[in-house]
């Protein structure tokens, strides 16, 4: 059976991505920590972060070190904080959350009644800031 994030991929359930290629895709939770809080996540259905191979888990870094710039040039904070729990959803998924504090990474303080239309200014904000550093491709293809 599918996982969620795989309806997400196949846009059988909305989102709002950041980027998409062949490989990975990034879109915004609907849960977030912080504002800007994204999720990147590859094509592939794989369980546990140490089972992808190591080609698939380098893209998704990849992906998330584009995705994290664009994050801290977008809200400034301190540093973009990586979480990858994988409890909620059997996809590998990296939080990426723009932190001040280490407090800032307490999914306790999930926003679980975020606007959509929040999630989708944060999205455009997000994308046109990796068009802005040169990623413009994964940025466009998210809207496509």
Not at 4 to 26: C, M, S, Y
Not at 78 to 86: L, N, P, R, S, T
Not at 117 to 137: H, N, P, S
């Amino acid at each position: 059976m599918a996982t969620l994030f795989t309806k997400i991929i196949n846009g059988e359930v909305p989102a709002h991505f950041v980027w998409k290629d062949d490989d990975v895709v990034a879109f915004m939770t609907i849960a977030p920590v912080k504002t800007g809080h994204t999720l990147v996540v590859p094509r592939k259905e794989v369980d546990h972060w140490v089972d992808m191979p190591i080609d698939l888990a380098t893209k998704v870094m990849e992906v998330s070190a584009k995705v994290g710039r664009a994050i801290q040039k977008a809200y400034n904070p301190i540093k973009v904080g990586v979480v990858v729990a994988g409890l909620e959803v059997p996809h590998v998924h990296y939080h990426l959350i723009p932190i001040k504090k280490l407090s800032d990474l307490d999914f306790t303080n999930q926003n679980s009644h975020c606007p959509p239309e929040e999630l989708e200014a944060a999205a455009a904000k997000i994308r046109e800031t990796l068009k802005e550093l040169g990623y413009g491709d994964g940025a466009e293809a998210a809207v496509a």
